[in-house]
């Protein structure tokens, strides 16, 4: 609190600033945790059911998964189910949903990121203002007083380096944060493929069982 009390009024935006991105980073680390627990176990075990023949209990599988891989395979799994009954409809209306399904995820996943990269940049220009602030009051000092003396200086200077530190101290992890969530996101990405390649390729096994070919 003496810190926060020295820095001067500008800690006030930087302490939000912290706020944000600490409660952004929690909610993005559990959803990511979330999306990404046993995706691979989910793929193998989607996989294993749709050879067998076993859509119905692939489906009930994918529905009970939460993540975007299970919203993937959920999305194309449907219209598998929907084509078999005899519902109009061509691979390529498969992919195009498998496409849309996977936008939609992807724009969930990378929601938030965009706040702490903001934050990251915005945080140590707050600190530098602070700077700035910190050194104007110091030279007014010495204005007022006609002279230099480091009691008359100490206090602009103090707010200087406080606000430079904390703007520091909330863009470094921030930034770390926000490269760490990147290479998760990529990562289910690639879980995300996958998952549309195998709803895909069962489409194709289907076809080429029941004589639609891969054209239709």
């Not at 075990?45 to 067998?52: F, N, V």
């Not at 009051?137 to 200077?157: C, N, R, S, T, Y």
Request: proline share 2%.
């Amino acid at each position: 609190m003496t810190l926060f009390n020295d820095g001067g009024f500008m800690m006030y935006p930087l302490v939000l600033c912290s706020l944000i991105a600490l409660g952004v980073m929690i909610a993005k680390a559990w959803t990511l945790w979330v999306a990404h627990r046993e995706s691979q176990k989910l793929l193998d075990e989607i996989e294993e059911l749709t050879e067998s023949g076993r859509l119905e209990d692939a489906i009930a599988l994918a529905e009970e998964t939460r993540g975007p891989v299970a919203a993937i395979l959920l999305s194309g799994l449907r219209r598998v189910q929907e084509r078999k009954a005899g519902a109009h409809g061509t691979g390529a209306d498969i992919q195009k949903a498998i496409a849309t399904t996977g936008v939609i995820e992807l724009d969930f996943l990378e929601r938030g990121l965009a706040v702490l990269g903001t934050i990251a940049n915005v945080a140590p220009m707050l600190g530098f203002l602070g700077t700035v602030i910190g050194m104007i009051i110091a030279f007014q000092a010495i204005e007022i007083a006609g002279q230099v003396e480091p009691g008359l200086v100490a206090g602009g200077i103090k707010v200087a380096l406080i606000t430079t530190a904390a703007g520091l101290t909330i863009a470094i992890p921030v930034n770390v944060g926000y490269n760490f969530f990147v290479t998760r996101i990529d990562r289910l990405i690639q879980d995300m493929e996958e998952g549309a390649q195998k709803v895909l390729n069962l489409i194709w096994s289907i076809e080429d069982r029941e004589g639609y070919g891969r054209a239709s």
